[in-house]
């Protein structure tokens, strides 16, 4: 079973996109994931404040981390069992909400 895609297209003037760019060249990202980045903490920087007692779990990866979580998740299908493996895994794993004064 193939993985859903949500997929959202915008359009950015000249010196816009290379700002953008450069800016995921300097992180070592490529452009598709600092856009997801991007959007998805300004999504839970925004919702954070109104979540009445909810608490909305971040994932901070380094490069190489974000790297192999997209080679997994482009090929879903066949692994499967690491994906599954690694639910497993980090289901165990307590949760501990960060203090803003320990947040980057």
Same mark, same amino acid.
């Given at each position: 079973?193939?993985?859903?895609?949500?997929?959202?297209?915008?359009?950015?003037?000249?010196?816009?996109?290379?700002?953008?760019?450069?800016?995921?060249?300097?992180?070592?990202?490529?452009?598709?994931?600092?856009?997801?980045?991007?959007?998805?903490?300004? +999504?839970?920087?925004?919702?954070?404040?109104?979540?009445?007692?909810?608490? !909305? $779990?971040?994932?901070?990866?380094?490069? #190489? &981390? @974000?790297?192999?979580?997209?080679?997994?998740?482009?090929?879903?299908?066949?692994? +499967?069992?690491?994906?599954?493996?690694?639910?497993?895994?980090?289901?165990? !794993? $307590?949760?501990?909400?960060?203090?803003? #004064? &320990? @947040?980057?």
């Amino acid at each position: 079973m193939a993985a859903a895609a949500n997929l959202i297209e915008t359009s950015f003037s000249h010196d816009a996109f290379a700002l953008v760019v450069r800016a995921a060249a300097k992180k070592g990202v490529t452009l598709r994931e600092f856009a997801y980045s991007a959007i998805y903490q300004e +999504a839970v920087s925004t919702l954070q404040p109104d979540a009445e007692g909810e608490v !909305i $779990p971040v994932l901070h990866l380094s490069p #190489e &981390e @974000r790297e192999n979580l997209a080679k997994i998740l482009a090929d879903a299908d066949s692994n +499967a069992e690491l994906i599954a493996a690694a639910c497993k895994r980090a289901s165990a !794993i $307590p949760f501990r909400e960060v203090p803003a #004064e &320990e @947040r980057l």
